[in-house]
């Protein structure tokens, strides 16, 4: 059975550091193109960034381009989100997401109907 299991939210100041990672049980990790949502409250779940199976393509969201940066680590099955300069308007519970795609481009990544496995959220609250 497929699992994913965020963690590392947790309650900062803005303008601080945050990584999240996601530990995946999937046996076709290296093949699964992975993303990090992200859902406020009262907000529909948006795409955070994207990443690809071999990790060579990612994609970001623009108000977080330049501030966050996903990477996976294939041989240990896990994804992370580094989260630096921490904005208020980032909080959220962050979720992981795997896709049975090996790659999804900039039209498509940003849709949450091409992941197929979720985890179930981390929370992250940035205090200004």
């Known amino acids: 059975q497929v699992q994913l299991v965020e963690t590392g939210g947790e309650l900062v100041e803005a303008g601080d550091s945050l990584r999240l990672s996601c530990a995946a049980s999937?046996?076709?990790?290296?093949?699964?193109?992975m993303a990090w949502f992200r859902q406020a409250p009262g907000k529909e779940r948006e795409v955070v960034a994207h990443?690809?199976?071999?990790?060579?393509?990612?994609y970001y969201q623009l108000s977080v381009e330049g501030r966050f940066t996903i990477s996976r680590d294939n041989d240990k099955n896990t994804v992370y989100l580094q989260m630096n300069s921490l904005k208020p308007e980032d909080s959220a519970v962050y979720y992981c997401?795997?896709?049975?795609?090996?790659?999804?481009?900039?039209?498509?990544?940003?849709?949450?109907?091409?992941?197929?496995?979720w985890g179930q959220g981390t929370q992250v609250t940035v205090s200004s």
């Open positions: 990443i690809s199976a071999g990790g060579s393509f990612t």
């Open positions: 999937i046996h076709t990790f290296s093949s699964n193109a």
């Open positions: 997401a795997a896709s049975r795609y090996l790659y999804l481009d900039r039209e498509t990544a940003p849709d949450p109907h091409r992941y197929n496995y």
